[in-house]
Structures are given as C-alpha cells and as structure tokens.
C-alpha cells in the first residue's frame, strides 16, 4: 500500500497538531506557584499535539513527508509546511528545549529522546537549505540527549519491557537507527540492548497485547535485537525468543488485535499497535532469509497495516494527536 495515497491527509494532520497548543497534556512537576506553565512557554518548539512527544514526532512526520514527496502531485504546496518547522525549529527554541531536558532528566525518557534523534536525522537527511537550517537549530537537542543517554544507560540496571511510551527496546532501536548518537553513546546503546536480551527465550508471547499497548513488547525487543545482532545470529536468536514462528504455533503478536473502542485514548492506543506491529513485522521479515518464517511475518504486517489506517484519519483528536507518525513507519521504514 503506497504512502503517497495517505500524504496530503497526513501533512494535513501534522501540521494542525503541532500548531495546535490546545488540549495539553503536560507531563511537568510544579514546584513553585510563581512557574509560568503555558505549554508555548515551557516548550517554545514542542508545544501542540497533546503532549511533548507527539509534538515531536508529528515534526519528524512533516520532514519525512517533504523528503519523500514535497513538490509532488502527492504534496505540492510545501510552503506552509516549510514555514512551520521554520517557525518551531530555530536555535533559541532548541536551546530551551535542550534546557528543559537536562534540567529534568527522567522527562521523556527514553521516548520522546528517541524521536528527538529520529528528527534530526531526518532533517539532515532531508538536505537542502532547509534541512541544514533544521539540523544546525536541533544541535542543542541531540547533544543533550547524547549526554542523557549516556548517564542514563549505566543505571539501566533492568529493561522496561511493557507495551508503552517508557518501552526500552522501541526507543533505544530508533536511537540507533538515527544515527546522531556519538560513537560512544552508539556503542553504550548496543552494549545494553545486548546485555538486556541476548540470552532471552521463550518470549511470553501468550500475554501479548495488554489492555493499553501500542507497542508489542516481544516484537519490540526482536527489532532491537535486529539492529545489533548480525543476521545469521539473529535468526538463530529469534528462533529461541518466538520458536512458535517456525513451529507454526499461534503467536499471539502476529495477530490482529480486537479495538472496542477508538475514541478511548487507553483502549485507542491499540490502534497504535495494529500499526507499529505492522512496521516491526515487515523490518523482522526483511532481515530473515527467505521461507516460511519471513512468509508468516510478512502476511502479519500486511494484516495489522489494513486493520489500522483506516483509524487514522478519524477527526478525533484522542487519535489524530499522533497515530499518523506510526502509520508512516508502517508505510514507509
């Protein structure tokens, strides 16, 4: 299913969340009645689509858009866009945002990090005038979470292994794919996802998906493995984590996940799972050889991918916020 049938709808939706101060749901600790608390104000880049990680990754959305289809018949007015992120990524903002999270640092951790990586390679990647702009501005950004992340991950002790935002495996995968992290941060990184799930087995598949989940911890964990492990290996490992892929048994993540309610945002995050499934399905399917495991994982995204776009574009904001940034993952890796 091609990505630029679904372009103008999601710039669309990008752009009116991350202008869009109002509803806020902001994750920060008072500790003073004096704290001028307006989201703008907290967040003078990150400030729309509900919450601080939503804004961010909507951003990333945006740039992945122009880079892939600004100036076609999929998108061509990208004027609007431009100017957007012009007015949101600039140094000052970047450099109170990058204050913001040394100053608080358990906050977004590692989620929002994360994306705040996967943007700047996305704007560097991007190129241009324009993305050299974005990727100068976000600077302040990425060598804060670097140095986050690099106090952080001696700490780790144990992963967060549960289906949601503080997800280890999801977060740290998309760190590494950014590639903005220093070589010694990349390496710590690595080092710990090792170190988490190596010698796993015997996944608990059984108990996938939680009642609030838009992450599959077992697939989640396979895809992170996928980034360090070579291939041979991490065949061999993946067989021993879900040995029911090739057995043939059920496995509960590669099915369908029943949504009852859309416009409830714990139950509706389930239609972020349908999507963010389908994209760690299809990157499982292409690091394997051909056969019937890579069949199997291939169906199983095609499936979750069909059951969740069209939740996508609803008019609700409960999802509109920020399913679309899963749907293009599962679109376009």
């Known amino acids: ?19 869009r101060e109002y509803p806020n749901f902001p994750a920060h600790l008072i500790t003073s009645p004096d704290e001028q608390l307006r989201p703008r104000t907290l967040h003078p880049a990150f400030y729309g689509a509900y919450d601080w990680h939503s ?13 892939h289809h600004g100036s076609t018949p999929a998108l061509p007015d990208t004027a609007p866009l431009i100017d957007a992120l012009d007015r949101h990524l600039t140094h000052d903002t970047i450099t109170a945002e990058a204050a913001y999270l040394l100053g608080r640092p358990s906050f977004e951790r590692p989620y929002g990090w994360a994306w705040l990586l996967a943007l700047a390679a996305e704007c560097r990647a991007y190129g241009g005038a324009a993305g050299a702009r974005w990727t100068a501005a976000l600077a302040p950004g990425v060598a804060a979470v670097d140095r986050l992340l690099a106090g952080w991950l001696p700490k780790a002790t144990y992963p967060v292994r ?14 590494l794919d950014s590639g903005e992290l220093s070589a ?44 360090v492990l070579p291939p041979e290996r991490f065949a061999r490992w993946l067989d021993g984590f879900l040995p029911a892929l090739r057995s043939g048994a059920p496995c509960p993540p590669l099915e369908v996940p029943v949504v009852s309610d859309h416009a409830d945002p714990q139950i509706g995050h389930l239609l972020g799972l349908t999507l963010s499934r389908a994209a760690a399905l299809r990157s499982l399917a292409d690091a394997l050889p051909d056969g019937p495991v890579r069949t199997r994982l291939t169906g199983a995204a095609e499936a979750h991918l069909a059951a969740g776009l069209p939740a996508v574009e609803r008019g609700d904001f409960t999802t509109d916020h920020w399913l679309a940034t899963f749907a293009l993952l599962a679109l376009q890796p």
Do not use: Y
């Open 1 to 19: 299913m091609p990505a630029t049938a679904h372009t103008a709808a999601f710039a669309r939706l990008a752009l009116a969340n991350i202008t």
């Open 162 to 175: 549960h289906g949601n935002h503080p997800n280890s495996a999801f977060a740290l995968g998309l760190a």
């Open 184 to 227: 010694a941060t990349d390496r710590a990184v690595r080092d710990r996802l090792l170190d988490w799930f190596a010698d796993d087995h015997d996944a608990p598949a059984h108990w996938e998906p939680s009642g609030q989940d838009f992450l599959s911890p077992a697939l989640s964990e396979a895809d992170a493995m996928r980034r």
């Open 55 to 67: 804004a961010v990754h909507m951003h990333w959305l945006l740039v992945r858009l122009l880079r």
